[in-house]
């Protein structure tokens, strides 16, 4: 007898948090709502911009005549074509030093002031 006055407690607990929070939803401003809604109502529609046209994408035939391969890897090729080359930047050992230069980077570390 004990467990269903503990669910009828439950019940009646259950249909009070109910009607506390469906209270809640009682707005007294809703008037407010309701005049701007009937207000755009009533208002003429606004144009709506029609879309715009889509183009046709030309299509492109590969033709593998005189071409490499897209998915074959040239990485190798690469590293022998720029070792070859040489004409890339190299840096200015005759420019003057600046003074984080005197120092070894080991020796270096980032702080704040506290």
């Not at 006055?5 to 506390?20: D, F, P, R, Y």
């Not at 009533?42 to 029609?50: L, W």
């Not at 715009?52 to 005189?66: K, S, V």
């Amino acid at each position: 007898m004990s467990m269903s006055i503990s669910n009828k407690t439950c019940q009646l607990l259950l249909s009070s948090l109910t009607i506390v929070f469906l209270s809640g939803c009682a707005d007294p401003k809703i008037g407010e709502l309701q005049n701007f809604v009937a207000e755009k109502k009533s208002a003429p529609p606004e144009r709506i911009e029609p879309l715009p046209e889509i183009r046709q994408i030309e299509t492109f035939l590969y033709d593998e005549a005189g071409r490499r391969n897209p998915f074959v890897d040239m990485s190798g090729e690469r590293a022998e074509t720029a070792s070859v080359a040489g004409s890339g930047l190299t840096p200015d050992y005759n420019r003057r030093k600046e003074e984080l230069e005197g120092y070894p980077l080991d020796s270096l570390s980032v702080w704040s002031a506290r």
